[in-house]
T-cell receptor, first 112, second 115 residues
């Protein structure tokens, strides 16, 4: 089946630093979604991408849909302590019906 | 909008008991998904509905699990009998497809502990 490789698995950074994480796949996706999950909560949608090459921002977050449609990245600029959490990528492919494929998550820790 | 609503938020039960988890999707969304999240396996899709009809239940672990969606605003996931290995966080999500966009929104989850 389809798989998403998300990296890094975890990051421990200093407040104020920029963060970058990415997801890659051997399959083509036509939608990429990025979620953040806080402890004890459900994943919250951050950014949705629908076109190859699309670059979308949401505050300090920027995500891009790779040109090959097999990858996506998420950048967080000037990290703050409340950025702590687990970030998931998810992709939707034409041949997957309506089911999202999720990456394994990136656990972000920010040191004040 | 209140978002996806799930209840209860926490459930502790003993092995062998019946457990019912509830979900109210976002109004106007025509897809509803049930997921299970564990440390070992991450997020797993159990079943999803389109217009209240179950479409794919291949992720349901076994016959002890069942899900229903009697109307557009309510769904249940039932485990009977429950077992300790069912302990996990169960999420409901609903999906919107508007004007070429396609997004999925999650509820806060139900943390189930089976003793």
């Amino acid at each position: 089946g389809q798989q998403l490789n998300q990296s890094p698995q975890s990051m421990f950074i200093q407040e104020g630093e920029d963060v970058s994480m990415n997801c890659t796949s051997s399959s083509i996706f036509n939608t990429w979604l990025w979620y953040k999950q806080d402890p004890g909560e459900g994943p919250v949608l951050l950014i949705a991408l629908y076109k190859a090459g699309e670059l979308t921002s949401n505050g300090r977050l920027t995500a891009q849909f790779g040109i090959t449609r097999k990858d996506s990245f998420l950048n967080i600029s000037a990290s703050i302590p409340s950025d702590v959490g687990i970030y998931f990528c998810a992709g939707l492919a034409n041949n997957a019906g309506n089911m999202l494929t999720f990456g394994g998550g990136t656990r972000l820790m920010v040191k004040p | 909008d209140a978002g996806v609503i799930q209840s209860p938020r926490h459930e502790v039960t003993e092995m062998g008991q019946e457990v019912t988890l509830r979900c109210k999707p976002i109004s106007g969304h025509d897809y509803l998904f049930w997921y299970r999240q564990t440390m070992m396996r991450g997020l797993e899709l159990l079943i999803y509905f389109n217009n209240n009809v179950p479409i794919d239940d291949s992720g349901m672990p076994e016959d002890r699990f069942s899900a229903k969606m009697p109307n557009a605003s309510f769904s249940t996931l039932k485990i009977q009998p429950s077992e300790p290995r069912d302990s996990a966080v169960y999420f409901c999500a609903s999906r919107a497809r508007w004007w070429g966009t396609d997004t999925q929104y999650f509820g806060p989850g139900t943390r189930l502990t089976v003793l």
